[in-house]
Nanobody
Framework: QVQLVESGGGLVQAGGSLRLSCAASGSIFSINAMGWYRQAPGKQRELVAHIRSRGSTNYADSVKGRFTISRDNAKNTVYLQMNSLKPEDTAVYYC??????????????WGKGTLVTVSS
């Protein structure tokens, strides 16, 4: 069984920074890509940032230049460094992993989410 556990969310003032972490554990054979999504109240879940196994990344236009995604393959962990936070960044942030286990085909796995609140 695979688990993705996020941490690092919280309350921060506009202009501040937070660092989210997500650790994947369980019977993981390989991780192809990991990413962060977010969902604000009343809105659809959207991609924030994505990183492939070889390190290539992509970001939502709204966070380019402010957020940085990175990963530690040895620890099956992905990070999201969020700087210059804005009130519109307030959302529940979800970790996603495209991975393979020893027993199941390649698929998407999700964490339960961590709340980020940015006050003005």
């Amino acid at each position: 069984q695979v688990q993705l556990v996020e941490s690092g969310g919280g309350l921060v003032q506009a202009g501040g920074s937070l660092r989210l972490s997500c650790a994947a554990s369980g019977s993981i054979f390989s991780i192809n890509a990991m990413g962060w999504y977010r969902q604000a109240p009343g809105k659809q879940r959207e991609l924030v940032a994505h990183i492939r196994s070889r390190g290539s990344t992509n970001y939502a236009d709204s966070v380019k230049g402010r957020f940085t995604i990175s990963r530690d393959n040895a620890k099956n962990t992905v990070y999201l460094q969020m700087n210059s936070l804005k009130p519109e960044d307030t959302a529940v942030y979800y970790c996603n992993a495209d991975l393979e286990t020893g027993a199941t085909p390649r698929g998407d796995y999700w964490g339960k989410g961590t709340l980020v609140t940015v006050s003005s």
